[in-house]
Structures are given as C-alpha cells and as structure tokens.
C-alpha cells in the first residue's frame, strides 16, 4: 500500500450462524493485506479457540480496567459476557494506512462508524432464513435450546438493521457469498488509492 492509500475499516456484522466468522477468516488469508482486529471478550475459548487469534480473553476485572481507561471503541455485553474492540489496536493500523477488518455486532458497528464515518465500509451478513439460521445453531452443538432460542430473537432484531449498512449479502453458500464479499473489498480499496 503506498503513502496515498486511504485506510478503511470494513465493519461486517451478522446474526450468530450466518457464517461470518469464516467468510472473515477467508478473506483475512486472500492476500488483500486486510488487519484482522481481534475482540477483547470475558467469555471462556470454544473448543480450538486460540488467545490473540480468535479474542483476546480476559478477566471481567480487566476488561472493566480497559473500560475505565476508554481503551474501547466499542463494547458490549452478549450473554453475560463482555466484547470489545480494542482502540489503540484499530488506530495505529488507520495511521500506517492499513484497512481493519472488524467483525462486530450491529450495536457496536453503529458506534464505530459514528466515530470513523469517513473510513467505515459496513457489509451486512445474512442468512437466507429464519428457519436455516436455526438449523446452523442446532448443527454447531455449542449452545442450549434456550440459549438457540435467545440468539434467534437477537437475530430477528439485528436484521432489522440491514439498511444502515452499505452493502448486504445473503449467505446461502460459502464460496458464492465470499467471492461477493471480497469484490466489494477489492472495489472499496480500489477507490480509496489516489491523491488524498
């Protein structure tokens, strides 16, 4: 990337089970020289979940230091557990003129593109339905049914976020909704090399 490079923030949100998790990871090994900016969380690692790669997984009583201290761009609290996207992290990258990607919900990229309106780029996830979202929850055996059932009704709301966002993409086949994904990426850093 030369000096001329204007670093963006691509925001991409999704109801849990839509899938995003691994366009991201597809698009973070595409070789589009994207940072991956990795959330701070209260919640214990899923099965293969690594620190530093996956969250960076801290004590509640630090995660509140960090808070206190406005290291944050954002935060949130998801069943019972605290998310947030580390500043300092996201803002060194911006300087040097490298594009984050920031996968976040649609709370916190609300409040992020409030903050950086001119660099944010928000691509909204969808899954095809209601109905296949849920099957997805079922299939990854990681939660309840009372906890399948909460993340459905969040899920609902959440969509109904889909039109503050730039761009929309219905996941309903992985290497179709990533080939989508990563043109827009392309055309959004295309556009922002140039005289600044």
């Known amino acids: 990337m030369t000096g001329h490079t204007k670093a963006k923030l691509f925001i991409v949100s999704a109801p849990s089970g839509s899938g995003k998790t691994t366009l991201c990871r597809k698009l973070l090994g595409s070789g589009l020289g994207l940072v991956d900016s ?3 969380t ?3 690692p899923r099965p293969g ?12 009583a630090h995660f509140r230091r960090e808070i206190r201290g406005g290291g944050f761009l954002e935060y949130e609290e998801n069943f019972g557990h605290l998310y947030g996207t580390p500043k300092a992290f996201v803002e060194h990258n911006i300087r040097k003129g490298r594009s984050v990607l920031l996968n976040i919900d649609v ?3 609300m409040k992020v593109a409030r903050a950086y309106p001119a660099a944010s ?14 099957k997805r929850l079922h299939l990854r055996k ?8 909460k993340r459905l009704a969040i899920a609902k709301k959440e969509i109904s976020y889909k039109e503050k966002y730039d761009y929309r993409i219905v996941n309903d086949h992985i290497p179709q909704a990533y080939k989508k994904l990563k043109a827009i990426i392309e055309k ?3 556009k922002g090399v140039g005289p600044s």
């Open 38 to 40: 990795v959330s701070m």
């Open 42 to 44: 209260t919640r214990l």
């Open 49 to 60: 979940e690594r620190n530093g790669d996956d969250y960076i997984f801290v004590t509640d």
């Open 107 to 109: 709370k916190g990229a």
């Open 121 to 134: 780029i928000l691509i909204f996830i969808l899954p095809p339905s209601i109905r296949e979202l849920k």
């Open 142 to 149: 990681s939660d309840s049914d009372q906890v399948i059932a």
């Open 188 to 190: 959004e850093i295309r």
